[in-house]
């Protein structure tokens, strides 16, 4: 196969008239000029001196003498500027950092496409004043001036930045191009060090490369040498041709050089496969890989395109073993690595500790639990730490974090944590001052994690007897020279921008370079599988080709706004939007194809990954017209299927019930069953077993914000404290009751707030807003109430309150087994009172209540179906009620939802009827409670998981049960 770099090669051998070291060869990126080297190597038969093989980018920098400024240099540079401009209304550094990066992007594609900017700024302005008028002539606001004005000054920043840089001989990209286009264009322009330049393989030019290739070309100093296929070129609706064919109709261009055939005249073998998940496309990828013949992949024939560039480690774990030579053309990003992560997480407990201002609470560096519990158990750690004692004093140290029920924890209380008194200290010191009066030794604590994880990684290595390079941990040991590099550069910029002086600041500036910094993997560039990215494919051809993530808003790239000018003013003074960008995705895509032989297009169908679930367009586009096109070019598409359920079936839990559990049962029955613990057995007895046999609790973190439960309980003890110092118990309650209660509420609610949520500040944020809300729950209820009574004393009736909440037990003679006769029942009422002659037996709820969780239509139901379970637990109050008071003349279980008063109480309904129970419906539940006990103690019964997995939703035990 003849690559288009072959092509190339051969032309300017042969058509060149000067020595082939007054030639420059400008190729898109550096990768193009080193295989464009190799074909020039392969035709030459005798010495000769090489031409200039230079990107763009570096044609750029020799022609100006300017060198493309680091980004978050970049980004300091414009501080300095915007500073220096905007004098005391400066912002601060890390308030900049947030909008910054966006504007200098929209500055490089204003000057990269060279129109005049000052207009450009002008209409964005015009734009937000018309945006922020008010119809009605009331003026702006404040808030509306500062906004206009924030956008009013981007025509002076961008002036001012591009003098600032220019004046350094430094430049963002956009700017290094239009200083370029300039000087070529002009009429004294500058000579150049070369006869004659070939622009190979370009199609989507910006404003700045047209000027300078136009410029030359005029000049007979250049010429551009194309790669295009009449298939999308001839075609005026195909968008893989967009670009050339307005190079052709505004260069007056007769025929553009090496425009082929390729889609018409020769074959190709294209399938396309439809996979579930990223990893089954990678090992999809790795099986086509071993059907090629042995001899393509060794001559660089055969490439591995990765459209998503998340998916080059599965690509990399699913290459097979005997795959020879693999050439990685795109860098892995370091934020990407495990161990990356662990520097960020260190970072951020310090960068947290300041925002909480934990400081206030007079710990000495008070840690975040969940930062700290986020370093910690880090795998890093555990390679760090001496030995396997330390590991196992970590797990039992983040077990302490946790139980201490603690948000923020001093290095005094983690020292105490650890174990042995000061060993914590003497392991984590170094990394655990307090950095927030002086952020700069941040960096240096940095550095030496690095170098211990560094001496870490080579004593483990030469303990297990394994080559670094060999071992699972390879990649985050390489990554902590590129983190190591970003640090020094943090800490240059420390030391020489006085901006940089908090550790907000600086954290947000690691992060951006951490983003830039990636992890070389190196490889042989001419030899071997050919792993990349779309982009570094322009120029390359292969004769075989896979390409992975080929889904829409992938190829191509989804639309994005990432910018701060306007969509209709962009597109007006033909700054690319959407539009542009698609077509040069689709070109990419296309010239790759044009001369391959054998193409794999993979793209994913399950939509719970990154990216669309829809295939790429340009798939739909290759199927639809390709077999009308050329015949002799194939086409198969299938959807692989992963293996059903029903081929391997899911893989039941059932535990028997052996001598040891029935004896558990026994003293379960001994201590009572609650209607919560039977509940756990309705919804699951698999759930059951875990909690109550073999007693397994969650590891249950500190409660940073109220959580439902301890709202709840907070709001029953706050109205029973209330109603007990009233002294209300057996009294008939009035109005004036409620009115005596409420100015009592705030008091007894942080009270209560205290002695449940121990150690908690309610005294901002959402705990505040939640504090609030259980002090309005208590003054709602007893506003209601007291409404209650002034319509009972209307009607002449009363309301008794017989006491509050109350823990009742009952022994209920059931026939079980031999051995069991009896089965105690016990359960908590909230309150209860006396309507007439109606005793009212009364659950408090501050969640929400559905009417379809309080009507039983089969009684066969209230043991079965979880969705009963507010219903069984009314009816199991009830119950113990008539089984130890007796049963009264009219009993009525129900239900007060602090979320909806103004029902009133919610009560049941059941087959017979709705609110007031008598004994035949009592005899009627026990009935099925005997049933559902003879089952809970029945040995031929085993527990098992729920079939129903809504119920495993919020459960505590579904990772144990796969699920």
């Keep these: 196969m003849q690559t288009f770099l072959d092509q190339v090669a051969q032309k300017v051998l042969e058509q060149t008239d000067h020595d082939m070291d007054k030639i420059c060869l400008v190729t898109p990126n550096r990768r193009a000029g080193l295989f464009l080297k190799k074909s020039f190597s392969v035709k030459i038969t005798q010495p000769i001196w090489a031409p200039d093989v230079l990107s763009m980018e570096d044609f750029i920098g020799r022609i ?16 300095k500027v915007y500073c220096r401009e905007e004098k005391q209304q400066a912002e601060p550094l890390e308030e900049f950092l947030k909008w910054a990066p966006m504007l200098i992007k929209d500055f490089n594609d204003i000057d990269a496409h060279m129109p005049d900017p000052r207009p450009i700024f002008d209409s964005v302005t015009d734009v937000k004043r018309i945006e922020t008028w008010n119809p009605d002539g009331k003026a702006m606001s404040d808030f509306q001036k500062k906004y206009v004005i924030f956008f009013e000054k981007f025509r002076k920043w961008h002036a001012a930045l591009a003098n600032e840089l220019t004046r350094g001989k430094i430049a963002y990209q956009g700017l290094a191009y239009r200083l370029a286009a300039d000087t070529l264009s002009a009429e004294e322009a500058p000579a150049l060090p070369w006869d004659y330049i070939y622009f190979i393989g370009f199609s989507a030019l910006n404003q700045a490369e047209e000027t300078i290739i136009r410029s030359l070309t005029k000049k007979r100093k250049a010429e551009i040498l194309w790669d295009a296929d009449k298939y999308y070129f001839n075609n005026p609706n195909h968008e893989a041709g967009m670009f050339l064919r307005k190079y052709r109709k505004q260069w007056n261009l007769t025929q553009l050089s090496f425009m082929g055939d390729h889609f018409t005249s020769s074959k190709k073998n294209i399938r396309i496969y439809g996979v579930a998940k990223n990893v089954n496309q990678a090992k999809l990828a790795a099986n086509i890989l071993k059907t090629f013949p042995k001899d393509s992949i060794p001559s660089h024939q055969t490439a591995v395109v990765l459209a998503n560039e998340d998916m080059l480690l599965p690509m990399l ?14 860098g892995f990003p370091i934020r990407k690595t495990s161990i990356y992560a662990l520097f960020e997480s260190l970072f951020q407990m310090h960068v947290t500790t300041l925002r909480m201002k934990s400081a206030a609470t007079g710990l000495k ?13 880090h795998p890093a750690i555990s390679v760090l730490l001496p030995g396997e004692e330390e590991t196992l004093s970590t797990e039992a140290f983040i077990r302490k974090i946790y139980a201490s029920k603690k948000t923020f924890l001093s290095v005094e209380r983690l020292d105490s944590f650890w174990g042995e008194e000061g060993k914590f200290k003497t392991l984590f010191s170094t990394y655990l001052e307090g950095f927030a009066k002086a952020p700069y030794k941040m960096i240096p604590a940095l550095l030496h994690l690095k170098t211990c994880l560094d001496e870490a990684f080579r004593r483990k290595s030469a303990e297990e007897n394994i080559a670094v390079e060999n071992a699972p941990w390879f990649t985050d040991f390489e990554a902590l020279f590129p983190i190591s590099v970003v640090l020094r550069k943090l800490e240059t910029f420390a030391a020489q921008q006085e901006e940089v002086n908090d550790l907000r600041t600086l954290f947000m500036l690691f992060q951006a370079m951490a983003r830039e910094s990636k992890l070389v993997l190196s490889g042989e560039p001419l030899a071997g599988l050919q792993i990349m990215g ?3 494919t322009r120029n390359l051809d292969f004769k075989n080709l896979i390409i992975l993530s080929a889904n829409e808003d992938i190829l191509p790239a989804a639309k994005s706004s990432n910018s701060l000018l306007p969509f209709d003013i962009k597109a007006y003074y033909n700054i690319p939007v959407y539009k542009e960008k698609d077509a040069i995705f689709a070109y990419h895509f296309y010239r790759l194809l044009q001369r391959a032989e054998n193409v794999h297009i993979i793209y994913n169908t399950q939509s719970q990954d990154m990216g669309s679930s829809e295939k790429s367009r340009f798939i739909t586009q290759l199927q639809l017209e390709m077999p009308q096109w050329n015949p002799n070019i194939v086409i198969h598409e299938r959807i692989i299927p992963l293996p059903s359920a029903t081929e391997e079936p899911e893989q039941d839990i059932v535990i028997g019930k052996n001598k040891e559990i029935l004896e558990t049962l026994q003293l379960i029955n001994h201590k009572g069953f609650s209607p919560t613990t039977l509940n756990h ?5 698999l759930f059951f077993y875990f909690r109550h046999i073999a007693t397994i609790k969650e590891t249950m973190a500190p409660e940073e914000t109220i959580q439902a439960n301890t709202l709840g309980t907070v709001v029953h003890e706050v109205l029973q404290q209330l109603y007990q110092d009233e002294q209300l118990v057996g009294k008939e309650l009035q109005p004036h009751h409620m009115d005596k209660m409420i100015p009592a509420i705030e008091r007894i609610t942080a009270t209560k707030f205290e002695e449940f949520y121990k150690g908690g500040d309610i005294s901002s944020g959402k705990n505040l807003l939640l504090a609030r809300v259980a002090a309005r729950f208590v003054k709602n209820f007893l506003m209601a109430e ?4 002034e319509d009972l004393q209307a009607k002449g009736k009363t309301l008794k309150y017989i006491r509050a909440e109350k823990e009742d037990i009952a022994e209920v003679p059931m026939a079980i087994s031999d051995n069991i006769s009896t089965i105690r029942f016990k359960g908590t009422t909230d309150r209860i009172d006396q309507l007439g002659n109606t005793i009212r037996v009364i659950d408090y709820k501050t969640g929400k209540v559905e009417k379809e969780e309080l009507k039983i239509k089969d009684w066969n139901d209230i043991t079965k179906d979880p969705q009963l379970g507010k219903s069984f637990q009314l009816m199991m109050y009830a119950m113990l009620y008539s089984r130890k008071y007796g049963m009264p003349v009219e009993l009525m279980p129900g239900i007060v939802s602090f979320r909806n008063l103004g029902a009133g109480l919610l009560t049941l309904s059941y087959p017979e009827g709705y609110g007031t129970i008598d004994p035949a419906i009592i005899q009627q539940f026990e ?22 997995e809504q119920n495993c939703i919020n459960c505590d035990f579904r990772i144990a049960c796969n699920r």
């Design 64 to 79: 100006t003498g300017i060198t493309i400024q680091e980004p978050v240099a970049l980004l300091l540079d414009f501080y």
């Design 927 to 948: 009935s099925k409670l005997q049933e559902l006990m003879q089952e809970i103690f029945d040995p031929a019964t085993p527990f098992r998981r729920t079939e129903d």
């Design 786 to 789: 007291k409404k209650f009574l």
């Design 534 to 536: 779309m982009l570094e």
């Design 365 to 377: 560096s008070a840690f975040y639990f969940k930062d700290v519990v986020r370093f910690f158990r």
């Design 317 to 330: 774990n699913s290459i097979p073993d005997d795959m020879g030579k693999v050439n990685i053309t795109m």
């Design 681 to 685: 057995y309705i919804r699951c007895s």
